[in-house]
């Protein structure tokens, strides 16, 4: 299994369905299965959900920042 792969596309989708969003944060290893459709190994599944959590934190802070340098362009 490409992991890295795996959570691009687990972003990806979670980006765009806000249920699904509060769906992994209360149980991601349901919200994975759904996502996935496979039943993800538990040796590979804390791998993926911090991944997960990592991009999608990492995502959101990037467009704070980009909106922050949006009110100082003239």
Same mark, same amino acid.
């Given at each position: 299994?490409?992991?890295?792969?795996?959570?691009?596309?687990?972003?990806?989708?979670?980006?765009?369905?806000?249920?699904?969003?509060? #769906?992994?944060? /209360?149980?991601? !290893? %349901?919200?994975?299965? $759904? =996502? +996935?459709?496979?039943?993800?190994?538990?040796? #590979?599944?804390? /791998?993926?959900? !911090? %991944?997960?959590?990592? $991009? =999608? +934190?990492?995502?959101?802070?990037?467009?704070?920042?980009?909106?922050?340098?949006?009110?100082?362009?003239?």
């Amino acid at each position: 299994m490409d992991i890295k792969k795996t959570i691009e596309d687990i972003v990806a989708k979670l980006k765009s369905d806000e249920a699904l969003q509060q #769906q992994f944060l /209360s149980d991601p !290893a %349901g919200a994975l299965k $759904k =996502l +996935t459709g496979i039943d993800i190994p538990s040796d #590979q599944l804390d /791998s993926i959900v !911090a %991944g997960v959590r990592t $991009k =999608l +934190t990492a995502d959101n802070v990037g467009g704070a920042v980009k909106n922050l340098g949006n009110l100082f362009k003239k």
